[in-house]
């Protein structure tokens, strides 16, 4: 089983919680840092299959917000993974939730070896915890945009 959350040092991943816990005030730091590491096994695996529609859940979409706020980081880990994952947000509409979109997504998660933690994935009647992040994504939309890195 790889584990996403090596993907960032232990201050690199305790700075992008933080941003987590400040946009989510009574937020417990576990919960962050498992939003955290469901962040960075979603954007591992858009990486890792480009032209795939693929799409987080609301609550990993927090994950990743805070991960896109710290640009030197985010930009760094979008080159070791060899490619850079631009964030296409739309605004929330849970009539548009698709849940066949997300298992796809759990899937190509899990075929990389990355642990799904199922809480983070609930739909949006039902979502552990109510998030600052304020957009929500689809497949309709096409695919997360995927930029190969660049040679030489």
């Not at 552990?128 to 030489?152: F, M, N, Q």
């Amino acid at each position: 089983m790889s584990n996403a959350r090596a993907l960032l040092s232990d201050a690199q991943f305790n700075d992008v919680r933080a941003t987590v816990l400040d946009n989510n005030p009574g937020m417990e730091p576990e919960l962050a840092g498992r939003i955290v590491t469901g962040a960075l096994a979603f954007v591992a695996t858009a990486a890792a299959n480009p032209g795939r529609s693929l799409a987080p859940s609301r609550v990993v979409d927090e994950g990743w917000h805070a991960l896109i706020l710290h640009t030197r980081l985010y930009t760094d880990l979008c080159t070791r993974l060899g490619r850079f994952i631009h964030h296409m947000p739309e605004r929330p509409d849970p009539s548009r939730h698709n849940p066949v979109a997300d298992e796809r997504t759990i899937t190509l998660i899990k075929a990389l070896g990355y642990e799904i933690d199922r809480d983070l994935w609930r739909g949006p009647e039902d979502e552990l915890v109510s998030v600052a992040a304020s957009c929500r994504h689809s497949d309709d939309t096409g695919p997360i945009v995927i930029i190969p890195k660049p040679k030489g």
